[in-house]
């Protein structure tokens, strides 16, 4: 039973335009969530996170959006760059700060 | 500015036999862990240890072992590689504190058991 899910496995954006990757969870004891952003043949690295007690956070062309009583919350980029190109794992810390993964969305930013 | 290294990178094994995988964090983070990512599957955690000394099962310990050897280092050991085991792993680090959530993450180790 997957606790954390990103149910578009893959998303491809025009660069420039606005990319939207979504995640969903279960457990409402989660308090915590971030977004890693993946390159092949490396480790998952920090993007950006959110408190439970928030609705929004900004930084720079990242934001995400927490929608606490829909369980669900989403990374927005803008402008998208080809450089954004890469898997993205969402994440939610429960207790003990251990990290539960969505299963990732892979985005292809065109040229 | 190492961070969080791995070693090593790639390692190929045939089933039955035994490996042990190296985490080394120059952070000084006291917690670390180990995760598995299988496609589709995200990142599943194995095993943590949220301070030195101390070791605990993640989501999928089955088939592993742990050792916090020191502050620094954090080893995860396949006693009879499994084809199941085929994965890549990787080594994180954080440190303790309601506002230290984010976790660092080594490069990773490519295992395959044939």
């Known amino acids: 039973d997957q606790q954390v899910k990103q149910n578009s496995p893959s998303l491809s954006v025009q660069e420039g335009r606005i990319s939207i990757l979504n995640c969903d969870y279960t457990?409402?004891?989660?308090?915590?969530f971030l977004w890693y952003k993946k390159y092949p043949a490396e480790g998952p690295t920090f993007l950006i996170s959110i408190s439970s007690i928030k609705d929004k956070n900004e930084d720079g062309r990242f934001t995400v959006f927490l929608n606490k009583s829909a369980k669900h919350l989403s990374l927005h980029i803008v402008p998208s760059q080809p450089g954004d190109s890469a898997v993205y794992f969402c994440a939610a810390r429960a207790a003990g700060n251990k990290l539960t993964f969505g299963g990732g969305t892979r985005v292809l930013v065109k040229p | 500015n190492a961070g969080v290294t791995q070693t090593p990178k790639f390692q190929v094994l045939k089933t039955g036999q035994s490996m042990t995988l190296q985490c080394a964090q120059d952070?000084?983070?006291?917690?670390m862990y180990w995760y598995r990512q299988d496609p589709g599957m995200g990142l599943r955690l194995i095993y943590y240890s949220a301070s030195e000394g101390t070791t605990d099962k993640g989501e999928v310990p089955n088939g592993y072992n742990v050792s916090r050897l020191n502050k620094r280092e954090f080893s995860l050991r396949l006693e009879s590689a499994a084809p199941s085991q085929t994965s890549v792993y990787f080594c994180?680090?954080?440190?303790?504190?309601?506002?230290?959530?984010?976790?660092?993450f080594g490069a990773g180790t490519r295992l395959s058991v044939l």
């Open positions: 457990n409402s004891m989660f308090d915590y």
């Open positions: 994180a680090s954080s440190d303790r504190g309601w506002d230290k959530n984010i976790q660092y």
């Open positions: 952070m000084n983070h006291n917690s």
